[in-house]
């Protein structure tokens, strides 16, 4: 069975200084996508990165990146230069081959203190 | 990026009524739209996967007929909570995808039986 761990349910990090959001996973697929999501207190949830199994690279999006270790099951997201907007929830998530079906973690609140 | 409504965002009904939340892909067509619910301060969890012109796919421990689910065209699917109770107040999120590393959600919708 899939599933994503995230050990970190709160973090606090210091303006303009970088943070790093825990998350491993677990799946038996050959072929799997992670994502990081960003949920605000509206709820919305906004699509922050995405790193495919089979890709070599580490994914970055402007000051997300994706620090992605395939042996060691773990895709932690980096945010670069903290802002007082990125106080927020953050949700690992997982599709598996063939689908779009996704699986979430239990999700970390990042504060960002001024 | 492609855009996905829901429509109501704010739901509040008697028990023992039906709610229907509609969910749209603005921009693209979606064979595949996926429900969520997230109770406060906890993760998504997937319900169901709505597939346009047949019968949609339930997770386990989700009753297919009390969560009413119907994909009746490329760009739309409802999820109706028929007999709504107390313990169905929830926040319900869609979200529907062009490509496996696509997932777009929708706003959200915050229901409140009483």
């Known amino acids: 069975a899939q599933k994503i761990t995230q050990t970190q349910p709160g973090m606090f990090v210091q303006e303009k200084e970088a943070v790093t959001l825990d998350c491993t996973y677990d799946?038996?697929?050959?072929?799997?996508?992670l994502f990081w999501y960003k949920q605000p207190s509206s709820g919305e949830m906004i699509f922050l990165i995405y790193?495919?199994?089979?890709?070599?690279q580490n994914a970055t999006e402007g000051r997300y990146s994706l620090n992605f270790q395939k042996a060691r099951k773990s895709a932690n997201l980096v945010i670069s230069a903290s802002q007082l907007g990125d106080s927020a929830m953050y949700f690992c998530?997982?599709?598996?081959?063939?689908?779009?079906?996704?699986?979430f973690g239990a999700g970390t609140r990042l504060f960002v203190k001024a | 990026g492609a855009v996905v409504s829901q429509h109501p965002s704010w739901v509040i009904c008697k028990s023992g009524t039906s709610v229907k939340i509609e969910c749209r892909s603005l921009?693209?067509?979606?064979?595949?739209m996926f429900w969520y619910r997230q109770f406060p301060k906890q993760s998504l969890m997937l319900m169901a996967t709505?597939?346009?012109?047949?019968?949609?796919?339930?997770e386990q421990g989700v009753e297919k007929d009390k969560f009413l689910i119907n994909h009746a065209s490329l760009t739309l699917s409802t999820l109706t909570v028929t007999s709504a109770h107390p313990e169905d107040s929830s926040f319900y999120i869609c979200?529907?995808?062009?490509?496996?590393?696509?997932?777009?959600f929708g706003p959200g919708t915050r229901l409140l039986v009483l």
């Open positions: 979200s529907a995808g062009q490509t496996k590393e696509t997932q777009y």
């Open positions: 790193q495919g199994s089979y890709d070599e």
């Open positions: 709505s597939n346009e012109g047949s019968k949609a796919t339930y």
């Open positions: 921009d693209f067509q979606a064979t595949t």
């Open positions: 998530a997982m599709t598996s081959t063939g689908g779009f079906k996704t699986i």
């Open positions: 799946t038996s697929d050959q072929s799997y996508g």
